[in-house]
């Protein structure tokens, strides 16, 4: 199995711009996640996604993210518009529903906004 | 509310030493999972260790192991003969049950220096 996969590895845009950050869970995974990890606030979780719905976005910064699940092999988090202070890694992260405990991390995507 | 507290931003070993990692967790839960994860440099996270509260046997990977206190709330992760390649930042999480579904709570991490 590929791992989680996560597209671009690293993006830098400037201030204003839309910025949509990709991500393929493990095949047959159900629950996926997506974390910010930041040096001011260390890793926290963005939002959560079981069998393609959001279950829980409370970690969600503001009205300027959004996170879509169309499909069980395809997630995306876009910010707009982007401001500096969005600049970050971001962790997607797939697990089979109910085995939360196993929760496997794709590669992160370091974000820039200038 | 669940916090995880490293208390040791950095730490530094010599290869083929021990280095012990402190993380300290409040809940009120009984039933939870405790996890070591590395990140080196290539960010990309790694788990290395997963406890279950209800065991008390210290997990074990190889050269990784933790010293689990329940009552005292410390999950402590010990590296034995410690590798370059060990070189990395190390956070300790906190799963907690939340809304249906399984959430991790992570420390601010510590960063470990393996040097020759």
């Known amino acids: 199995d590929a791992g989680v996969i996560q597209s671009p590895r690293h993006e830098v845009t400037e201030m204003g711009q839309e910025v949509t950050l990709r991500c393929k869970p493990i095949?047959?995974?159900?629950?996926l996640f997506w974390y910010r990890q930041t040096m001011m606030r260390g890793l926290e979780l963005l939002i959560y996604?079981?069998?393609?719905?959001?279950?829980?976005d409370s970690g969600m910064p503001e009205d300027r993210f959004s996170a879509k699940m169309p499909n069980a092999s395809f997630s995306t988090l876009k910010i707009q518009p982007s401001e500096p202070r969005d600049s970050a890694v971001y962790f997607c992260?797939?697990?089979?529903?109910?085995?939360?405990?196993?929760?496997?991390f794709g590669p992160g995507t370091r974000l820039t906004v200038t | 509310a669940q916090t995880v507290t490293q208390s040791q931003p950095e730490m530094s070993v010599q290869e083929a030493e021990t280095v012990t990692l402190s993380c300290t967790y409040d809940t009120s839960e009984n039933n939870y999972y405790l996890f070591w994860y590395k990140q080196p440099p290539s960010r990309q996270m790694i788990l290395v260790i997963r406890q279950e509260a209800y065991k008390q046997q210290n997990a074990t990977e190889n050269r990784f192991s933790v010293n689990f206190q329940k009552a005292a709330k410390s999950f402590s992760l010990k590296i034995s003969d410690s590798q370059l390649g060990d070189t990395a930042m190390y956070f300790c999480a906190f799963m907690k049950r939340a809304g249906g579904y399984n959430k991790l709570i992570f420390g601010a991490g510590t960063r470990l220096a393996v040097h020759p």
């Open positions: 996604f079981n069998n393609n719905v959001p279950i829980d």
């Open positions: 992260a797939s697990s089979l529903y109910g085995r939360d405990y196993e929760q496997y």
């Open positions: 095949s047959g995974h159900n629950s």
